[in-house]
């Protein structure tokens, strides 16, 4: 399994690239307003209800400079208006960090709103990452924070990672202030036990930051892929979660609260 200070950028004395997975022209839910939506190539995590499994590999996609990614998105900067602009996701973009960087930079100095959508898996305040991680929030307008689950056993069951860093990872936003989203995948049987959208909740309050929270409900529309790739699907037979169940985890995540990140 990949180390957390992995990256997989490819840099040489002249330019960094980055594997490009695919790329979405007119995102609608991947942040404020319609977005260019690129999505990253490789994910250390193996979360039971991934529905792209497929940008796991740290080896796949299609290598594009900064210069390059940022010229295909300019092609759709008409559509974005107030609010809009480009989100990056993944897989998990912050194991190409360089080439994040790099990007976000460039599409700054054109003036465009830079949404990053992560797990938060990669982070650490140890050297090198950190200073790094500083230099990215810089030109990041906004972070969409997946947290999957408060509990951390049950954190190391759904994706085979413990979540402290992930947690820290929010506290640290906590405390540069930058605007944040909460997601949070509610899996039946998983994800959506009372207790831990509690303190799930409380974990949430702790924070000056949080300016959305949302309850994404479970899917299996990925199974197919994992069937594809020759792989296992976990949660085969899991259903999605009820209407009740839905709205109980609004309502225990007070996710009507928040006023969203265009309000600031």
Avoid at 148 to 177: C, F, P, V
Avoid at 199 to 224: A, M, T
Wanted: glycine content about 8%; charged content about 25%; hydrophobic content about 35%.
């Amino acid at each position: 399994m990949l180390s957390q200070e992995h990256s997989i950028t490819q840099c040489n004395s002249e330019k960094i690239t980055g594997r490009i997975h695919s790329t979405e022209s007119f995102g609608s839910v991947d942040g404020p307003g319609v977005r260019f939506v690129v999505f990253l190539q490789g994910c250390p995590m193996r979360c039971q209800f991934c529905h792209n499994p497929d940008t796991w590999k740290t080896d796949g996609g299609e290598l594009k400079t900064a210069d390059e990614l940022l010229a295909q998105a300019l092609r759709f900067k008409s559509y974005w208006k107030k609010g809009g602009g480009i989100t990056v996701s993944g897989g998990e973009p912050l194991l190409q960090i360089d080439f994040l960087i790099d990007f976000f930079k460039k599409a700054k100095a054109k003036g465009i709103n830079t949404t990053l959508d992560t797990s938060g898996n990669l982070f650490t305040r140890k050297e090198p990452f950190f200073s790094k991680f500083k230099e990215l929030m810089e030109v990041t307008d906004l972070v969409m924070l997946d947290l999957k689950q408060i509990n951390e056993e049950q954190h190391k069951i759904l994706t085979g990672w413990t979540n402290a860093n992930i947690l820290d990872m929010a506290r640290y936003l906590s405390e540069i202030n930058k605007p944040m989203w909460i997601r949070h995948v509610l899996v039946p049987g998983g994800s959506d036990n009372d207790e831990q959208l509690i303190e799930l909740d409380k974990f949430i309050k702790s924070l000056n930051n949080v300016d959305r929270v949302e309850v994404l409900p479970y899917h299996s529309l990925g199974e197919y892929k994992w069937e594809q790739l020759g792989m296992d699907y976990p949660l085969k037979g899991v259903d999605s979660p009820t209407k009740e169940r839905i709205e109980n985890a609004n309502k225990l995540l007070h996710t009507s609260e928040y006023n969203g990140y265009l309000s600031r």
